[in-house]
């Protein structure tokens, strides 16, 4: 089976993205001091009522019945694993809710997906409205606010025949889609993510074949230009609104991979949405990708890595709230990891790191688990990230069979946090070069 997956979109155009995006570097002071204590004296307090513990998943990794997109496009090339049905969430959506509400958790992050809204364009399938509707509205009527995003990578098959975000009509198409959506559901009070990891969509695009690496740039500036629009479309019709772009967070170049977008979309962000998986992997050239690893399940993982991460971010924009829109560990096939950890001790050791952010003075509202079940992670089903394993390729039924994180997170959710004296099952890694110089210089340590 093939091993490109989610992680693996990124590699394989952050080397080239890289050496494109170098301009327009800008640095912001800071107030969150450089020294870093060993922790609270009597341990981490918990993070309190006001938390947003979510989980997150994206429409077409879940639904099923794909409609023509880029996507099926290039599944339909043979480049990647047959999508199948996914895990059929658009038939399954109200157990699945259901799932989420008896976690405890707040957010429920979807998709609205452009190709099944807007199957031609100069048409809207209202029925795929009145789905969504659907799905929203059980959001809602569950205790759950949505996290509704707008462009999780995928986009509809004619778009893609005009030339994707190569077309100078992309961003006026994709406007007039996004105000549609955000029209309709802004009245459910949703948190709203623009575009999914924009570096990362940039790299997924030159992975399919839509983009050549010379058009990076003027991606990234489109990309940049929908969403400070539809920002402003967003605060018009829902006052009071919350919107990011959620940024899939490079360890060891961040700021040369991401920060060319960021300063570009910097006065348009109600708070930074920052998604944190893995540590620097020294087998690439694109620290945190996964090029010319056999498996994503096999890149490092660093915990207090998304400390590092969440650090970074707050001392670029020490008023904006911080929120970790995607975290969580990818499985081979559901089979054990060869390094022992367990999905429930990952949980664990990275809420500690959450609660240790919040008390360094770090503004953490919110935290989304990704992702509540199995799914395609662009290309394969072999990579699991869910709460709940889904065997999509061999069970026709799709259960859902909940993993050891499931107990996990609820206790979790009702505690707000790891008990005050919890300690990682794994130590910090010495001179981690998350985020270099800082997080060498500065290393976060276990109080004694």
């Known amino acids: 089976m093939r091993q490109s997956t989610r992680r693996q979109v990124l590699s394989a155009g952050t080397a080239a993205a890289a050496a494109l995006f170098t301009s327009g570097l800008s640095a912001r002071p800071g107030t969150v001091s450089a020294a870093t204590p060993p922790g609270p004296p009597g341990g981490v307090p918990a993070l309190g009522g006001d938390f947003l513990w979510g989980v997150a998943s994206s429409g077409f990794q879940t639904e099923g019945s794909a409609p023509n997109s880029n996507w099926t496009r290039y599944i339909g090339s043979g480049k990647a694993d047959p999508y199948l049905q996914s895990v059929r969430f658009w038939d399954l959506y109200r157990d699945d809710i259901g799932r989420a509400a008896q976690l405890g958790v707040k957010v429920y992050r979807i998709s609205i997906e452009w190709a099944r809204v807007q199957p031609n364009p100069n048409g809207w399938n209202e029925q795929a409205f009145l789905g ?44 007039t889609n996004a105000r549609k959506v955000v029209s309709r559901y802004a009245s459910r009070n949703p948190l709203w993510v623009t575009v999914n990891e924009p570096l990362a969509y940039i790299g997924a695009e030159l992975r399919i074949g839509a983009l050549r690496p010379d058009q990076s740039p003027m991606m990234r500036d489109r990309l940049a230009q929908a969403h400070n629009q539809i920002y402003d479309t967003i605060h018009q019709i829902q006052p009071g609104a919350m919107v990011t772009s959620n940024l899939g967070y490079v360890p060891a170049d961040e700021t ?17 949405g920052v998604d944190y998986y893995f540590g620097p992997d020294p087998g690439t050239t694109a620290a945190g990708s996964s090029a010319g690893a056999p498996g994503m399940w096999q890149l490092p993982l660093q915990t207090e890595g998304i400390y590092y991460a969440l650090r970074h971010y707050a001392r670029l924009f020490p008023n904006k709230p911080l929120y970790v829109v995607e975290n969580g560990m990818p499985t081979q096939n559901g089979l054990p990891r060869a390094d022992g950890y367990t999905r429930a001790d990952h949980l664990r050791d990275t809420v500690y790191w959450l609660q240790r952010a919040k008390a360094d003075g770090m503004n953490i509202i919110g935290y989304n688990y990704w992702s509540l079940t199995d799914n395609y992670e662009w290309g394969s089903y072999a990579p699991r990230f869910g709460l709940y394993t889904v065997n999509a390729t061999l069970d026709p039924t799709l259960t859902r069979i909940p993993t050891d994180a499931v107990a996990a997170y609820t206790t979790l959710i009702r505690a707000g946090g790891v008990p005050a004296h919890y300690r990682p099952t794994r130590a910090p890694v010495r001179c981690s070069r998350v985020d270099p110089p800082s997080s060498c210089d500065s290393p976060v340590a276990l109080a004694p």
């Open 132 to 175: 969504y509707d659907r799905v929203v509205d059980a959001i809602v009527a569950a205790g759950m606010r949505p996290m509704l995003t707008l462009d999780h990578w995928v986009y509809p098959g004619w778009a893609a025949a005009r030339g994707g975000w190569r077309s100078p009509s992309m961003v006026s198409d994709w406007l």
């Open 256 to 272: 040369k991979v991401n920060q060319p977008f960021v300063d570009r979309v910097a006065d348009k962000l109600d708070f930074l």
